[in-house]
């Protein structure tokens, strides 16, 4: 079974910067591309940031533009999404998912997801 594991939540002050990985259990992800959602109470899963297989084409969402850099390392089966200058309003269970196709920002075209890690952002 493949297995997406997420880790590197905690809860952090307003301004303050995470890292999240995001580790795949099989080499074979290595081809798919990655993305990261975020679903906070009450609230429908949103779109976060997306990596193509290589790394080349990266898409972000515009709440986290300019603050939020994904990127993976192949070599260690890991995606990682970078998080600075971060705001109350970006607390949420933080999601990694896996496609085979190219990167996307609808997570219904997702096939494999992780167990979501949690982010809280004190103000």
């Known amino acids: 079974q493949v297995q997406l594991v997420e880790s590197g939540g905690g809860l952090v002050q307003a301004g303050g910067s995470l890292r999240l990985s995001c580790a795949a259990s099989?080499?074979?992800?290595?081809?798919?591309?990655k993305g990261w959602f975020r679903q906070a109470p009450g609230k429908e899963r949103e779109f976060v940031a997306a990596?193509?297989?290589?790394?080349?084409?990266?898409v972000y969402a515009d709440s986290v533009k300019g603050r939020f850099t994904i990127s993976r390392d192949n070599a260690r089966n890991t995606v990682y999404l970078h998080m600075s200058s971060l705001k109350p309003e970006d607390t949420a269970v933080y999601y990694c998912?896996?496609?085979?196709?190219?990167?996307?920002?609808?997570?219904?075209?997702?096939?494999?997801w992780g167990q979501g890690t949690q982010v809280t952002v004190s103000s």
């Open positions: 099989a080499r074979t992800f290595n081809d798919y591309s």
């Open positions: 998912a896996a496609r085979a196709m190219g990167g996307s920002m609808y997570s219904s075209t997702y096939a494999f």
């Open positions: 990596i193509n297989w290589n790394g080349g084409i990266t």
